[in-house]
């Protein structure tokens, strides 16, 4: 088996008709927490069920990687929500590092022996063992997702890119024409806009296909920018009720990548519009902060939860978009990094998502001065 949803409660259901226990349960620790991912003998959401580390019995064993027995106790276990007689929690490790835990209650007669303790021992060393293997699995198959870029950067990224700026180069001599309607400029400027973005895209395969960044720098001030990502976002948003709110509080000269940088605002902006629905505000805005421009990009969608919060910048995560590749917040945030910044974000589900971008205005003078320091 390679998936652990198929895994774990096969092995589970055979551990509990074995040992002979009224309840199991199985947990394993993201960042800081145990979560329940199987169980039998006792009715509970398991998705629902998830313990700080070092809490609670389990919590405890997670944290310590030191097995719990206890026979013939009354136990209070809050987390499951039962009492319990006996209980025995059993580390999953895989060499020195704690997977997860193992959660044995209610034996029969209330006593686990010392055999039972070596079963469960083995029967947590298996399931750190399928936990293991699927971990690894799964890194192949983001290699093999790797692998599918590289072959994109060779035969057909390239190609795209290339073609996508010969009908770039024919919109610019087409908006030079005189007496040009002005809904035929409309048009010129929508097709324009979402070429930009059909671009974007291509340059986040590339880039991350070389996973690097290259800069080259250019002077410009950030109200310009601006300008363009306002012209853009006006187009994105003209069928519906969106707001773009574009504020420049201070006008600062910046020295960094101009292209890199638009891609960043650009990406994070229209992710803004298109969290929203027919109606809503995006608010962008620019200041100085010591030697950072400090870019904020605010929207009143629905927000984002804490689980998804927590992986928004890993490759292929897409949240359930339909649009896009899923390597959008990965490349800005490599972007981002490349000139010495920092994004964080912020949400409050059904109010608020803000991303906030710090760079340094002049990459090259920072870069030298932190060399130095």
């Known amino acids: ?83 319990t007689s006996s209980f025995m929690s059993v580390p999953l490790k895989k060499g020195d590092k704690v997977l997860g835990v193992l959660n044995l209650t209610d034996k029969e007669d209330d006593f686990f022996t010392e055999d039972d303790v070596k079963i469960a021992r083995f029967i947590a060393s298996q399931c750190a063992l399928g936990v293991d293997r699927f971990n690894m699995y799964s890194d192949m198959r983001k290699s093999e997702n790797l692998r599918v870029i ?10 795209i890119k290339n073609l996508l700026n010969i009908v770039q180069s024919y919109l610019e001599l087409m908006a030079q024409e005189k ?110 902060e010591g030697d950072l421009c400090v870019i904020k990009i605010r929207d009143t969608g629905a927000g984002i939860s804490s689980d998804n919060r927590n992986k928004l910048f890993q490759p292929f995560f897409t949240s359930g978009k339909a649009k896009g590749t899923g390597l959008g917040l990965a490349i800005v945030k490599m972007i981002v990094e490349a000139h010495c910044g920092t994004i964080d974000v912020d949400s409050d589900e059904g109010v608020y998502t803000e991303f906030t971008v710090r760079i340094p205005f002049n990459y090259e003078s920072f870069k030298e001065l932190h060399r130095q320091g």
């Not at 199991?24 to 998830?50: N, R, W």
């Not at 580390?53 to 039962?82: H, P, Q, R, W």
């Not at 590289?150 to 390239?158: D, E, K, T």
């Not at 601006?226 to 509080?249: G, Q, S």
């Open 179 to 288: 007496d040009i309607k002005p809904e035929m400029q409309e048009y010129i400027d929508a097709i324009h806009s979402e070429v930009k973005r059909i671009h974007g895209l291509t340059l986040d395969i590339l880039d991350f296909s070389r996973q690097r960044v290259s800069i080259a720098i250019e002077t410009f001030r950030i109200s310009e920018l601006f300008d363009e990502i306002r012209k853009h976002a006006n187009i994105m948003t003209r069928d519906t009720a969106i707001c773009v709110d574009v504020e420049v509080l201070d006008d600062i000269i910046m020295k960094v990548d101009r292209g890199k940088i638009f891609r960043v605002i650009f990406n994070l902006v229209s992710n803004a519009i298109d969290a929203l629905p027919a109606k809503g505000i995006v608010k962008l805005t620019a200041q100085k």
């Open 1 to 83: 088996m390679f998936e652990l949803h198929n895994l774990l409660p096969a092995i589970i259901n055979i551990a509990k008709e074995y040992l002979g226990v009224e309840r199991i349960s199985l947990m394993l620790i993201e960042d800081e927490y145990l979560k329940m991912y199987a169980h039998a003998g006792f009715e509970v959401d398991h998705s629902s069920v998830h313990i700080r580390l070092g809490d609670g019995i389990a919590g405890k064993v997670a944290k310590t990687g030191i097995e719990v027995m206890s026979n013939k106790t009354e136990t209070d276990n809050d987390v499951l929500g039962y009492q």
């Open 150 to 159: 590289g072959m994109l950067n060779s035969s057909i990224a390239h190609d």
